[in-house]
């Protein structure tokens, strides 16, 4: 098992993870047939690829911006448990874990996991934004109703 994630840009937080648990191959760049799409224009469409190989996991660098570690800009590498990998000299960090997830690892999901409002006891409310309104009541109750 490989577990991917992408670092916040300031912190060495994961905003968010990806799991491959029988992939001999992981493709991660721009284009959206990577196993792994990351939006950055310091992004090649084809950036890094992690393969397989009989001793554990390589990195290989297909990005024309180039892929750092440590600052080191590498051609290819062996993967070690817990190294990042940045895409393009300011581009984006992706740590690399090797087997299990540890417990405190927080993904985007678990990070932003709220309770649902039938929980709460709240009403479900739209944010209003340039498409839509603030709501006042329930739309049942903007109703005018004729009575004939």
Do not use: Y
Not at 4 to 9: D, F, K, Q, R, V
Not at 32 to 60: D, P
Not at 110 to 133: D, I
């Amino acid at each position: 098992m490989i577990i991917l994630n992408l670092l916040h840009p300031t912190q060495p937080i994961p905003v968010q993870s990806w799991t491959f648990e029988s992939e001999s191959v992981v493709r991660i760049g721009r284009a959206k047939e990577n196993e792994v799409v990351v939006h950055s224009a310091v992004v090649s469409r084809l950036h890094v690829e992690l393969q397989r190989q009989t001793f554990g996991w390589e990195v290989i660098s297909r990005g024309t911006n180039g892929t750092f570690v440590n600052g080191e800009r590498i051609t290819q590498t062996k993967v070690l448990d817990g190294m990042v990998i940045r895409l393009g000299t300011s581009g984006p960090k992706i740590q690399i874990l090797i087997g299990s997830a540890p417990h405190d690892v927080k993904t985007k999901a678990n990070a932003e996991k709220r309770p649902s409002p039938s929980s709460t006891g709240e009403a479900f409310k739209v944010p209003p934004t340039f498409l839509t309104r603030p709501q006042t009541a329930p739309p049942e109750e903007n109703v005018t109703r004729r009575e004939d």
